[in-house]
């Protein structure tokens, strides 16, 4: 996977040229709808192995960056993507691609819903499919909780639970959980990890 | 159905708010997406936030489009669109600004510090969102059974997901839910 010739990480790799605006609305557009339970797996299908936009290495740190920020990954990586080859307008292009298209059948399918939510059969089938959607959800918390768990740092585990309950149990609103827990968990995190280098 | 100004400006500031507390990802800020939408605005009913969440993961593109269908659900194609676009404007121009200015800094220890930092508490919210939309989806013995199924199959194997939503919902239409 890794065999192209090494990059230095901070510009696009050389193999073709870099995408234009509507090949990058269209590029994002197909994966997002291609993209049913996630859309990650699919956009480095698209940018690393079909159009080699980016080397895998570099496909992997611009979604780690993208994973500790803020919002939803998946669209920070498009815009991240779009920027890195067209500037804002590339960010705008493949923003809109990812989005629009998938927002539109959304927004078709809410109008069904409106319609025709309350129907028994309906009722029944969203019911059934809502139980399975969330052992979908589950699953995909475990394979997250999974490396947490192998590290067996005290305080980072210390953390997920208390942030768990203080949302989960005791549903406090977001906002106020975050001002006490991000500024503890730094300090926490840079205490450790300069005490370990010092 | 024409919103009014007020409604869609409360849409909008929720949302915007979210997106920059979302840390992780969107699945992330579902426990303060049902406080608002269920709790404290009463958008809706628990069983309504269960069915949005179900549509979301039905269709494609992003999880994050349940905002879309919960705009919708408060002030029609207008709140859909509004709602959308404060969740992922905020989050997209601090991500743009953060990898321009990563891009042109010496790689410092901030950023690992942060992102270790910021795992557990993304996680943490993860796992409360779990818990949230199994208390509102799971209330009969085998609606819990058919969500701890569907966890180990989709944990286990490679299957593709929309065959576990598909086997879901033929056994909510059975009427077995």
New interface residues.
């Given amino acids: 996977m890794l065999m192209e010739s090494p990059s230095d990480g901070?510009a696009a790799p050389d193999h073709l040229e870099p995408p234009g605006l509507i090949e990058l609305f269209l590029a994002f557009a197909k994966m997002?709808?291609?993209?049913?339970?996630?859309?990650l797996v699919f956009a480095r299908r698209a940018i690393v192995e079909e159009h080699r936009w980016m080397t895998a290495e570099e496909f992997n740190e611009?979604f780690?960056?993208?994973?500790?920020?803020?919002?939803?990954?998946?669209?920070?990586l498009s815009?991240?993507f779009g920027?890195?080859f067209r500037g804002?307008p590339g960010?705008i292009a493949a923003?809109l691609g990812?989005?629009g298209?998938?927002?539109a059948?959304?927004?078709a399918?809410?109008?069904i819903?409106?319609h025709y939510?309350q129907i028994d059969?309906m009722q029944?089938?969203?019911?059934?499919?809502?139980?399975?959607?969330?052992?979908?959800?589950?699953?995909?918390?475990?394979?997250?909780?999974l490396p947490?768990l192998k590290q067996r740092d005290p305080v980072?585990?210390l953390?997920?639970?208390?942030?768990?309950a203080a949302?989960?149990?005791l549903?406090l609103?977001?906002?106020v959980v975050?001002l006490v827990?991000?500024p503890i968990?730094?300090a926490?995190?840079?205490w450790v990890?300069l005490r370990r280098t010092a | 159905m024409i919103a009014p100004v007020g409604t869609l400006v409360t849409i909008a500031w929720t949302f915007a708010?979210?997106?920059?507390?979302?840390?992780?990802?969107?699945?992330s800020?579902i426990?303060?997406m049902h406080?608002i939408a269920v709790?404290v605005r009463q958008w809706m009913t628990d069983?309504?936030f269960?069915?949005?969440?179900?549509?979301?993961?039905?269709?494609?593109?992003?999880?994050?489009?349940i905002v879309?269908?919960i705009g919708?659900?408060v002030a029609g194609?207008a709140g859909?669109?509004v709602a959308?676009a404060a969740?992922?404007g905020?989050?997209?121009v601090?991500?743009?600004i953060?990898?321009?200015t990563?891009?042109r800094s010496a790689q410092s220890?901030w950023?690992a510090?942060?992102?270790?930092?910021?795992?557990?508490?993304s996680?943490?919210?993860?796992?409360?969102?779990?818990?949230?939309?199994?208390q509102?989806?799971?209330r009969t013995l085998i609606?819990?059974a058919?969500?701890?199924?569907?966890?180990?199959?989709?944990?286990a194997t490679k299957l593709?997901?929309?065959w576990?939503?598909a086997?879901?919902?033929?056994?909510?239409?059975?009427?077995?839910?």
């Fill in positions: 901070s997002s709808l291609a993209g049913f339970g996630g859309v611009a780690a960056l993208c994973h500790f920020l803020p919002g939803p990954n998946i669209v920070n815009v991240v920027s890195r804002i960010s923003f990812l989005l298209p998938p927002a059948i959304v927004t399918l809410a109008a819903y409106a939510g059969a029944r089938t969203l019911a059934g499919i809502t139980c399975a959607a969330v052992g979908l959800f589950l699953a995909v918390i475990a394979k997250m909780l947490l980072a585990l953390l997920l639970v208390a942030v768990f949302v989960g149990l549903r609103p977001l906002p975050l827990s991000i968990s730094i926490l995190t840079a990890r | 708010l979210m997106s920059l507390l979302a840390i992780g990802g969107a699945n800020a426990p303060e406080r709790d069983a309504q269960a069915d949005m969440f179900a549509i979301s993961q039905l269709s494609p593109g992003p999880n994050v489009l879309t269908l919708y659900h194609i859909g669109l959308t969740m992922c905020p989050s997209a601090v991500a743009y953060v990898s321009r990563l891009q220890k950023p510090i942060l992102q270790a930092a910021l795992v557990p508490l996680i943490g919210l993860m796992c409360a969102s779990g818990l949230i939309l199994a509102t989806a799971d609606a819990a058919i969500t701890l199924a569907a966890a180990i199959v989709a944990f593709n997901p929309l576990l939503l086997a879901g919902g033929v056994l909510g239409f059975a009427g077995l839910v």
